[in-house]
């Protein structure tokens, strides 16, 4: 049976929390005197209101949450966060509907980073700050359910760093899941501050700096500028893709790399793919931007770094329009919507680990139809990946490609009357389904999700979500057997 009891109890703090974090932003509000005050602190009551009748219900912490309740509890943890996120939206009048302040708010959450605001330099600093930590918290609830929710629950591929994969993150940082945790946040904080400091030293004011600061180490994209990271000079840039980068390692790699313990870090399989994938490309894209477009060679390596670390990474800033470039970088770039950085990072997409351990299983099939009766076994970091992990990786991509199959067919018939119904309609299903932000068509790097009807919106939202959490959390709401029990 579901326990209400606890559901309640932890939804309750959890809103309490988000509530709270609501009133950070009235500091820039009174700073730049932007008229939305009011709004913020309005959303925030009601917020912790809700939240503390939550609470009320039952505040019993007892008995142990089951696996059932886990799934529950984080889907609609995230649903419930991202409902009351929207809320300044509508108070201040930033947005005016329950779709665009709902995509606007999941979003940020999921750190997706697609937009429907027209102008963003228009929009209230309190609420623009808002909208930057909605992602930052977004990130760090991530890191929380990967090294405390996840591996309890067995979903997905978090499973493969934390609780049985091969490599350094299936080492404990410290026995306990509660100082784990403690010990991933202090470094996210700790990137945080020290890309805000850097990013105020390079030239961006104090306010642009803090929110491109949050955006990115969660990899979510929003910025404070209509242009993007186009907005700012090269020193910049290259900042931001140092930090991109930084963002998409899964972070018990960099926890051992900051311990000095350089050995256990470079043993990941995963990290030193991802390494090798982001050089590689980054060579190709910049010779196919060179001999296509008529610019400098340094600026064609900027742009090529900022894209290729931008798209794998889910970060999804925008240095420059990628699909001017050329038909073939175009296809590329598409391609990297279905990729995703490491497994353990705030980044979203697939992740590098799954595309890892199919690409070894396929290269090995060739070896044991040669040798029939060897036991030829898929390794990882050089141990074994069992064949139940196997299994789970193959389902989650028929899953992920019927999920862009049939969600494409159904935004094309939602965007029938779009220029370019196939091509926005597979660029928005991809690019919220794995949490990147821009895409191609109607939603490339130079528009946004305004123009996408109410009920397209809507659908996307739910993409966004089911993208964020490993797709079977949410999935397996949907299955008569979790209410039943049977």
């Not at 209101?49 to 008995?63: M, R």
């Not at 389902?395 to 009357?417: H, P």
Request: with cysteine; charged share 15%.
């Amino acid at each position: 049976m579901i326990n209400k009891g606890i559901l309640s109890n932890v939804l309750g703090v959890l809103l309490l929390v988000v509530g709270g974090l609501m009133l950070t932003p009235l500091c820039f509000s009174f700073y730049f005197k932007s008229g939305d005050e009011r709004a913020i602190v309005a959303a925030a009551l009601l917020t912790c209101s809700v939240g503390a009748c939550s609470l009320y219900y039952k505040f019993e912490n007892t008995e142990r949450i089951g696996k059932r309740d886990g799934y529950l509890l984080v889907a609609l943890g995230w649903l419930s966060m991202s409902l009351v996120a929207m809320l300044p939206y509508l108070f201040s009048g930033t947005l005016n509907t329950f779709s665009d302040a709902f995509f606007e708010s999941i979003s940020g959450f999921t750190t997706t980073g697609a937009s429907v605001l027209m102008d963003i330099e228009s929009v209230p600093k309190g609420i623009l700050f808002w909208r930057s930590l909605t992602q930052w918290i977004g990130g760090m609830g991530i890191i929380v359910l990967t090294v405390a929710i996840f591996p309890l629950l067995g979903i997905g591929g978090v499973e493969l760093f934390v609780a049985e994969a091969p490599g350094p993150t299936s080492d404990k940082i410290h026995p306990r899941i509660r100082e784990t945790a403690r010990r991933l946040w202090l470094i996210y904080v700790g990137l945080s501050v020290l890309l805000t400091l850097v990013l105020w030293l390079e030239g961006m004011t104090f306010y642009d700096a803090i929110n491109h600061a949050l955006t990115t180490m969660a990899t979510g994209g929003f910025s404070t500028k209509n242009a993007s990271m186009a907005h700012f000079g090269a020193t910049i840039q290259y900042t931001i893709v140092l930090f991109m980068f930084l963002a998409g390692i899964n972070y018990t790699v960099i926890y051992y790399g900051l311990k000095g313990k350089f050995r256990q870090a470079w043993s990941s399989d995963e990290f030193k793919t991802y390494l090798i994938l982001v050089i590689s490309l980054t060579l190709i894209v910049t010779a196919g931007i060179y001999s296509s477009v008529d610019i400098t060679l340094e600026k064609a390596f900027r742009d090529a770094a900022f894209q290729i670390v931008s798209m794998i990474t889910t970060t999804g800033f925008v240095s420059a329009d990628y699909t001017s470039w050329c038909a073939a970088l175009t296809l590329l770039f598409f391609i990297l919507l279905f990729v995703g950085a490491c497994a353990g990072s705030t980044s979203g997409g697939i992740k590098i680990i799954r595309h890892l351990v199919l690409f070894k299983s396929a290269f090995l099939e060739f070896k044991r139809l040669l040798h029939p009766k060897a036991l030829i076994r898929t390794k990882v970091d050089k141990q074994i990946v069992s064949p139940r992990i196997l299994t789970h990786i193959l389902v989650f991509f028929i899953l992920y490609l019927l999920l862009f199959v049939f969600g494409s067919l159904i935004m094309s018939f939602i965007l029938a009357d779009f220029d370019q119904p196939l091509l926005t309609a597979i660029g928005s299903v991809a690019t919220t389904l794995g949490n990147v932000g821009p895409g191609i068509g109607a939603v490339g790097p130079l528009d946004n999700f305004a123009l996408i009807p109410a009920s397209g919106k809507l659908f996307l939202s739910f993409l966004m979500l089911l993208g964020r959490l490993e797709l079977f959390t949410i999935l397996i709401l949907f299955m008569p057997y979790f209410w039943t029990g049977k």
